[in-house]
């Protein structure tokens, strides 16, 4: 398969052709909705035993008729799961740079308006986090910053990499979205992942909680992934918050879609999802209900089958009975030991978190979790060739 090149550095009103991102924006989602509202106890039969499943059949296996067979749906995602990826889950922790902020988003604690302890780490005090960090055993680390071009510069972020390279084997960034050249920058620095959540896939959605600043761009966001591949980015993390959007199941299957079109796109890459629920945060956010315990089981199993191959990254945002609960069901990563404000690990930090954390167990407690649950904490692993092209 030939890679397109993707051309984009201003930022054009739409997404180029020949991205995932296109792929995307041609997918009748709410035909596939209609396919989960419609589905049968023998579409579930059908789906849960095909060899190969589409989207249609992910559709299938979110539906409420699916959610009777869940059990059926469950012992599915965990054999897959240890087929293709072993009892192993990889640890990894957000190293928060700075919550600067100059975008308004309302769900999130960084947002401009808020009246916040705001703060951004020198260069110094990023490799002093990272050490501490890995004094605990992470060797895989995610940059994490707001939205601030001044403050959290591309300068900045290929310094930061580029300080902690040396130490940390495993290198992501989760901050503002760039064009291609920065994304040079940064894997040339040493990083070798990235991760855009679109946060929600409805535009109507996106729209009505990205008040202001340059996120209010939804293609521009959307293509980000494309941009990070083409500029040699080994890891890609897309995810959806779910809460934003009051119907879940669009916003998965939005995931879903993006997910597969990645894999197909930039097959080299590494692809992983996350769909975290919602917490609450600064400003007075409180997410409203998105999706029950059990229904959040029916879509990560559900995930798991339809992609076999796609890493499924689970959040300290989650409880630790859930999260000892889903890592059986298909989760391969998990962050752990995670603050949420920037400092914090070395020493305590007056800054604000981004969210309240579920899990606030130690990674040394997480990993003891795991292996009493027959698993291996991957601290470090290295990237291969993927194992099969769609
Ligand atoms: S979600 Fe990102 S861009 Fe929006 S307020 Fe929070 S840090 Fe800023």
Redesign the pocket.
């Known amino acids: 398969m030939t890679v397109t090149t993707v051309e984009l550095e201003s930022r054009p009103a739409r997404v180029p052709d020949g991205t995932a991102a296109a792929d995307l924006l041609a997918t009748d989602l709410h035909a596939l909705r209609v396919i989960a509202e419609r589905a049968t106890s023998s579409d579930v039969n059908r789906a849960l035993h095909a060899r190969r499943r589409n989207l249609a059949d992910f559709a299938v296996l979110l539906s409420d008729a699916a959610a009777d067979r869940l059990e059926d749906i469950a012992a599915a995602a965990q054999a897959t799961t240890i087929r293709r990826f072993g009892r192993t889950v990889r640890l990894f922790a957000p190293l928060y740079l700075s919550n600067e902020?100059v975008?308004?988003?309302t769900y999130?604690g960084?947002?401009?308006g808020n009246d916040i302890v705001r703060r951004t780490l020198s260069i110094d005090e990023v490799v002093v986090e990272a050490r501490a960090l890995r004094a605990r055993g992470f060797r895989h680390v995610l940059l994490v910053a707001?939205?601030h071009a001044r403050i959290v510069s591309k300068d900045y972020l290929v310094e930061c990499v580029r300080a902690l390279a040396p130490e940390i084997p495993s290198i992501s960034v989760e901050v503002?979205v760039w064009d291609t050249d920065t994304y040079r920058r940064l894997v040339d620095a040493g990083c070798e992942g990235l991760v855009v959540y679109q946060e929600t896939y409805d535009q109507e959605t996106y729209s009505a909680v990205h008040l202001k600043?340059k996120?209010r761009n939804y293609d521009w966001r959307l293509a980000a992934l494309d941009r990070g591949a083409e500029a040699g980015m080994r890891r890609l993390g897309l995810g959806a918050l779910l809460g934003l959007h009051p119907d879940w199941r669009l916003d998965a299957l939005a995931v879903a879609a993006h997910a597969r079109f990645l894999m197909r796109r930039w097959w080299r890459c590494e692809v992983s999802a996350s769909l975290p629920r919602l917490r609450p945060a600064a400003g007075g956010f409180e997410p409203h209900d998105p999706i029950s315990d059990r229904a959040f089981v029916q879509l990560l199993c559900a995930l798991r089958l339809f992609l076999p191959d796609l890493g499924l990254s689970l959040s300290t945002r989650e409880s630790p009975e859930l999260r000892d609960a889903l890592l059986r069901l298909g989760v391969t990563q998990m962050s752990a030991g995670s603050h949420t404000e920037p400092g914090g690990y070395a020493e305590a930090s007056e800054a604000e978190p981004?969210f309240q954390i579920s899990d606030t167990r130690s990674p040394e407690e997480v990993a003891a979790s795991l292996q009493a649950a027959g698993y291996d904490p991957v601290w470090m692993d290295t990237i291969g060739p993927r194992r099969s092209r769609l």
């Open positions: 902020c975008s308004t988003c999130c960084f947002s401009a707001g939205e503002q600043g996120k981004q």
